[in-house]
C-alpha cells in the first residue's frame, strides 16, 4: 500500500472514531425503550437531529435553519436553494434533513452533485461515516453499512436507501435504485470562480443541470432538489437555480439591520475580526450574498436620469461589429449604442450588446432610432477599419437596404474608416477619467434591462491585458469621439481679434 493511502485509511479511521465516541447509546433501554424514543422523535424532527448529531448540531438552531428544516421536510416534492452565507452551516443543514428523511423511508436515492467528483466525494464523506460509525443510528435503525456496494462515490444502504456522488458534466443517464429513479438531488459547491467568468461555462453547465441531472427523475414521484450555494456571481448556476425554485433563500452574516443572523455561534465581535481581514469585495461575495465586480480601470459606473432628447444638439448611434453571421460562443459580441452629450456630460441612452447574427445586429439601429422618437438630429456610425470594409460593404450594407425596403425607414449607416489607436489604451484614456469624474452617466431607466447589465459588467470586468469582452465600451469610446468631431465641426470657430491700442505706440515697429 502506498503512503499516501495508509494515510487516508489512518485519518478516516480517525473520523470514524470520533463519530462514534460522540455517540454513546444508553445501554440500559430495552427495545421497547428505543423503539418508542424513535417514534418520538421522528414526530420532532429538530430533537430527532440533535440526538443522533450532537457533534455537528453543537449550537442552537437560528430561526432561518429551523425554518427551512420545516419547509423542506414537509414537502416531497420541492425545489429550494439554500444561499445562506459563510459559517451559517448550510450544508451540514441539509445532510441532516437527508438522514432524516432515508433513515424515516421518505426518500430512496439520492444524488450528490459538485462542481467535480472529486468535491461530490468530500461532500459525501459525512454521510457514509455516519452510516459506518455513528452508534445510535445503528441502535435506532439497524447497522445501513453493506458488503460489496461501499464505496467512497457510491453506496447502498441495508434499508434500501443509496447514494452517489457526481461531478458537473458527468453522466447521470441510469441512476437507479431498483425501480426508484433519483428522488433527492443535492447540488452543493457547484460553481466556482473562475468559471463564473466566463457565460458560456455557465450556459454548458446549467444546460447540463436541465438536460441532464434533473431529467433523471421520475415524473409519476415527487423529488426533492436542494442547492446550497452563495451567489457568487451576477449570472451563476446558483441564480439561474434560484429563479427556478419554489423557494429561494438568501440569508447574510449579518441581517439588515447589522446584526449576526445566528449570534448563538457567530458574534458580533468574530464577525468585526473576520471581516476586518478581506477586503469589501470579498466580503460581499462570500458573506453578504453580493458579488463585487471590480476591475482594474472602472472601479464603478454611474446611473442616472437621461435630460429629454430635445435638449440634445445631435445624437449618435455607434455600432462595434464582429464579422460573424452566426452567434456562435467563439464569436465575440457586437454592439450598437445610442449615445448623446449636454454639458460634457456622456449619456449612454440606449444599448444593444449580445452575441447576435448580422441582420439583428443591423435591427438594432432601428431599435434605437425608435427610442429618439425624432426629437434630436441622430447620425449613425459603424466601426469600418479596412480589414472591415469588405464586410460592411458586402453583408451590412445589403442588410440595411433591405431593412429600409421592407421597413421602410430611413436608416443610412456611414462606415468610421478613421485609423485607431490600441483598444485598451483608448478605452482607458478616454473614457475612464470621465467616468471618474461621473461624466459618464448610464440610463438609469434601463438599469436592469439585460444589454445594459452586459455594457456595465464589461466595463467593470475591463482590464488593460482585455482579458474580458471589452466591445461594449469600445463602442461608446467610438460614439464619444464621433460626438466630439460633431461638435467641433459644427460649432462656430471662436475668433481673437488683436487689442487695439488707444494711441501710437513710439516704440512699436
Given at each position: 500500500?502506498?503512503?499516501?493511502?495508509?494515510?487516508?485509511?489512518?485519518?478516516?479511521?480517525?473520523?470514524?472514531?470520533?463519530?462514534?465516541?460522540?455517540?454513546?447509546?444508553?445501554?440500559?433501554?430495552?427495545?421497547?425503550?428505543?423503539?418508542?424514543?424513535?417514534?418520538?422523535?421522528?414526530?420532532?424532527p429538530?430533537?430527532?437531529?440533535?440526538?443522533?448529531?450532537?457533534?455537528?448540531?453543537?449550537?442552537?438552531?437560528?430561526?432561518?435553519?429551523?425554518?427551512?428544516?420545516?419547509?423542506?421536510?414537509?414537502?416531497?416534492?420541492?425545489?429550494?436553494?439554500l444561499?445562506w452565507?459563510?459559517?451559517?452551516?448550510?450544508?451540514?443543514?441539509?445532510?441532516?434533513?437527508?438522514?432524516?428523511?432515508?433513515?424515516?423511508?421518505?426518500?430512496?436515492?439520492?444524488?450528490?452533485?459538485?462542481?467535480?467528483?472529486?468535491?461530490?466525494?468530500?461532500?459525501?464523506?459525512?454521510?457514509?461515516?455516519?452510516?459506518?460509525?455513528?452508534?445510535?443510528?445503528?441502535?435506532?435503525?439497524?447497522?445501513?453499512?453493506?458488503?460489496?456496494?461501499?464505496?467512497?462515490?457510491?453506496?447502498?444502504?441495508?434499508?434500501?436507501?443509496?447514494?452517489?456522488?457526481?461531478g458537473?458534466?458527468?453522466?447521470?443517464?441510469?441512476t437507479?435504485n431498483?425501480?426508484?429513479?433519483?428522488?433527492?438531488?443535492?447540488?452543493?459547491?457547484?460553481?466556482?470562480?473562475?468559471?463564473?467568468l466566463?457565460?458560456?461555462?455557465?450556459?454548458?453547465?446549467?444546460?447540463?443541470?436541465?438536460?441532464?441531472?434533473?431529467?433523471?427523475?421520475?415524473?409519476?414521484?415527487?423529488?426533492?432538489?436542494?442547492?446550497?450555494?452563495?451567489?457568487?456571481?451576477?449570472?451563476?448556476?446558483?441564480?439561474?437555480?434560484?429563479?427556478?425554485?419554489?423557494?429561494?433563500?438568501?440569508?447574510?452574516?449579518?441581517?439588515?439591520e447589522?446584526?449576526?443572523?445566528?449570534?448563538?455561534?457567530?458574534?458580533?465581535?468574530?464577525?468585526?475580526?473576520?471581516?476586518?481581514?478581506?477586503?469589501?469585495?470579498?466580503?460581499?461575495?462570500?458573506?453578504?450574498?453580493?458579488?463585487?465586480?471590480?476591475?482594474?480601470?472602472?472601479?464603478?459606473?454611474?446611473?442616472?436620469?437621461?435630460?429629454?432628447?430635445?435638449?440634445?444638439?445631435?445624437?449618435?448611434?455607434?455600432?462595434?461589429?464582429?464579422?460573424?453571421?452566426?452567434?456562435?460562443?467563439?464569436?465575440?459580441?457586437?454592439?450598437?449604442?445610442?449615445?448623446?452629450?449636454?454639458?460634457?456630460?456622456?449619456?449612454?441612452?440606449?444599448?444593444?450588446?449580445?452575441?447576435?447574427?448580422?441582420?439583428?445586429?443591423?435591427?438594432?439601429?432601428?431599435?434605437?432610432?425608435q427610442?429618439?422618437?425624432?426629437?434630436?438630429?441622430?447620425?449613425?456610425?459603424?466601426?469600418?477599419?479596412?480589414?472591415?470594409?469588405?464586410?460592411?460593404?458586402?453583408?451590412?450594407?445589403?442588410?440595411?437596404r433591405?431593412?429600409?425596403?421592407?421597413?421602410?425607414?430611413?436608416?443610412?449607416?456611414?462606415?468610421?474608416?478613421?485609423?485607431?489607436?490600441?483598444?485598451?489604451?483608448?478605452?482607458?484614456?478616454?473614457?475612464?477619467?470621465?467616468n471618474?469624474?461621473?461624466?459618464?452617466?448610464?440610463?438609469?431607466?434601463?438599469?436592469?434591462?439585460?444589454?445594459?447589465?452586459?455594457?456595465?459588467?464589461?466595463?467593470?470586468?475591463?482590464?488593460?491585458?482585455?482579458?474580458?469582452?471589452?466591445?461594449?465600451?469600445?463602442?461608446?469610446?467610438?460614439?464619444?469621439?464621433?460626438?466630439?468631431?460633431?461638435?467641433?465641426?459644427?460649432?462656430?470657430?471662436?475668433?481673437?481679434?488683436?487689442?487695439?491700442?488707444?494711441?501710437?505706440?513710439?516704440?512699436?515697429?
Amino acid at each position: 500500500m502506498r503512503q499516501i493511502d495508509r494515510d487516508a485509511y489512518r485519518d478516516w479511521d480517525a473520523y470514524k472514531y470520533t463519530i462514534y465516541h460522540e455517540t454513546p447509546v444508553d445501554k440500559a433501554m430495552s427495545k421497547a425503550d428505543i423503539e418508542r424514543h424513535r417514534i418520538w422523535l421522528e414526530e420532532h424532527p429538530l430533537e430527532w437531529i440533535k440526538f443522533f448529531f450532537p457533534g455537528y448540531a453543537k449550537y442552537e438552531f437560528a430561526d432561518f435553519q429551523m425554518r427551512a428544516i420545516r419547509r423542506i421536510i414537509s414537502n416531497d416534492e420541492w425545489y429550494e436553494v439554500l444561499s445562506w452565507s459563510r459559517e451559517l452551516a448550510k450544508s451540514t443543514c441539509v445532510m441532516f434533513i437527508v438522514f432524516y428523511l432515508v433513515l424515516t423511508g421518505k426518500k430512496k436515492n439520492i444524488l450528490l452533485i459538485s462542481n467535480s467528483l472529486d468535491n461530490a466525494r468530500r461532500l459525501l464523506d459525512p454521510y457514509r461515516v455516519n452510516f459506518e460509525a455513528n452508534q445510535r443510528i445503528e441502535a435506532y435503525y439497524g447497522k445501513q453499512q453493506t458488503l460489496g456496494s461501499w464505496t467512497d462515490s457510491e453506496f447502498i444502504l441495508k434499508c434500501g436507501a443509496s447514494f452517489r456522488a457526481l461531478g458537473a458534466g458527468q453522466s447521470p443517464r441510469g441512476t437507479r435504485n431498483e425501480a426508484a429513479r433519483p428522488d433527492v438531488l443535492l447540488f452543493d459547491d457547484f460553481d466556482t470562480d473562475e468559471e463564473c467568468l466566463n457565460p458560456d461555462t455557465i450556459n454548458k453547465k446549467w444546460d447540463w443541470v436541465e438536460r441532464s441531472a434533473y431529467p433523471t427523475r421520475s415524473i409519476s414521484e415527487p423529488m426533492l432538489v436542494v442547492w446550497c450555494g452563495n451567489i457568487i456571481a451576477k449570472d451563476c448556476c446558483v441564480v439561474r437555480a434560484g429563479k427556478a425554485a419554489d423557494h429561494w433563500d438568501i440569508v447574510n452574516i449579518r441581517d439588515k439591520e447589522g446584526r449576526s443572523t445566528w449570534p448563538e455561534k457567530n458574534s458580533e465581535e468574530h464577525i468585526d475580526r473576520t471581516l476586518s481581514k478581506i477586503s469589501t469585495k470579498a466580503a460581499q461575495g462570500e458573506y453578504f450574498n453580493n458579488p463585487i465586480s471590480e476591475g482594474e480601470v472602472f472601479k464603478s459606473v454611474t446611473y442616472g436620469k437621461i435630460p429629454p432628447l430635445r435638449r440634445f444638439k445631435y445624437l449618435v448611434i455607434y455600432g462595434d461589429p464582429s464579422n460573424s453571421e452566426n452567434k456562435t460562443k467563439r464569436n465575440s459580441t457586437k454592439a450598437v449604442i445610442l449615445l448623446g452629450k449636454v454639458s460634457g456630460r456622456l449619456y449612454v441612452i440606449g444599448c444593444r450588446l449580445d452575441r447576435a447574427s448580422s441582420a439583428e445586429f443591423i435591427q438594432w439601429y432601428v431599435d434605437m432610432l425608435q427610442m429618439t422618437e425624432g426629437r434630436s438630429n441622430v447620425y449613425c456610425y459603424m466601426e469600418n477599419n479596412s480589414l472591415q470594409d469588405p464586410f460592411f460593404q458586402q453583408v451590412f450594407q445589403p442588410h440595411v437596404r433591405e431593412l429600409r425596403k421592407r421597413q421602410g425607414i430611413d436608416l443610412y449607416i456611414r462606415g468610421d474608416e478613421e485609423k485607431k489607436t490600441d483598444k485598451a489604451t483608448r478605452i482607458e484614456a478616454n473614457l475612464e477619467p470621465m467616468n471618474r469624474e461621473g461624466n459618464l452617466v448610464l440610463n438609469e431607466a434601463l438599469r436592469d434591462d439585460p444589454h445594459m447589465k452586459r455594457l456595465e459588467e464589461q466595463f467593470l470586468l475591463f482590464t488593460m491585458r482585455l482579458k474580458f469582452p471589452a466591445d461594449g465600451p469600445d463602442c461608446v469610446e467610438g460614439g464619444n469621439r464621433k460626438l466630439n468631431e460633431l461638435q467641433a465641426s459644427m460649432e462656430p470657430p471662436v475668433i481673437i481679434t488683436s487689442r487695439q491700442t488707444r494711441k501710437r505706440n513710439k516704440y512699436r515697429l
